[in-house]
């Protein structure tokens, strides 16, 4: 996979420095796979790394459902989740990038620390995520074993596996959920 994990570290290690109330950030592509991530200093983590992964799966998956109404309502600038152990944000970058970051609970100003501390950092850095190959070719940039269904995250050699999987395995599910 040819990815630019210096730079992923590097932009990750910048969002961290621009709010002590940033716990974590991560940088995923657009089936779940987390590129890069960074945890502040001397922090004890409320999640494990594979949970961690599991969250990213889910948020993205999330994100891709809200995309039915852009054209009505505009692109989603973010998403933000409050909880009792922590604030939880995220971000779409390209159509096959996303930042994903948590925030101290405690923290009131998350909009301002997002809008004008994030966001910027984002734009300013927008053509390293569109002038990647991952953007202009995504099916070239993914390993075997990269893509996975979006409902239990099982891994599959090609995308077209994982959408059958998806739409065998989980669209029973759907349908009896409101039963």
């Known amino acids: 996979m040819v990815v630019d994990y210096q730079f992923l570290n590097s932009l990750c290690e910048q969002i961290l420095a621009r709010a002590n109330s940033i716990r974590w950030t ?19 983590p409320l999640l494990t790394q594979e949970e961690n992964e599991e969250y990213v799966l ?14 009505k309502i505009g692109k989603l600038r973010y998403a933000f989740g409050k909880y009792e152990g922590l604030n939880r944000a995220t971000i779409p970058i390209t159509k096959h990038h996303y930042l994903l970051l948590t925030i101290d609970k405690e923290e009131k100003n998350f909009d ?15 053509n390293r995520f569109t002038d990647s190959p991952m953007e202009k070719d995504p099916a070239s940039e ?3 074993g990269t893509f996975r269904c979006i409902t239990c995250a099982k891994e599959f050699l090609t995308k077209e596996d994982a959408d059958e999987h998806h739409y065998e395995t989980h669209k ?8």
Do not use: C, M, W
């Not at 301002?112 to 927008?126: A, F, G, M, R």
């Not at 029973?172 to 039963?179: D, L, T």
């Open 172 to 179: 029973q599910e759907s349908i009896h959920a409101n039963e």
């Open 26 to 44: 991560a940088i995923a592509s657009d089936n779940g796979v987390i590129l890069s991530s960074k945890q502040r200093p001397g922090l004890l």
């Open 58 to 71: 889910s948020a993205i998956s999330r994100h891709k459902t809200r995309t039915k109404f852009e054209t």
């Open 142 to 144: 993914y390993e075997l």
């Open 112 to 126: 301002s620390i997002i809008t004008e501390k994030i966001l910027p950092l984002i734009d300013n850095n927008i």
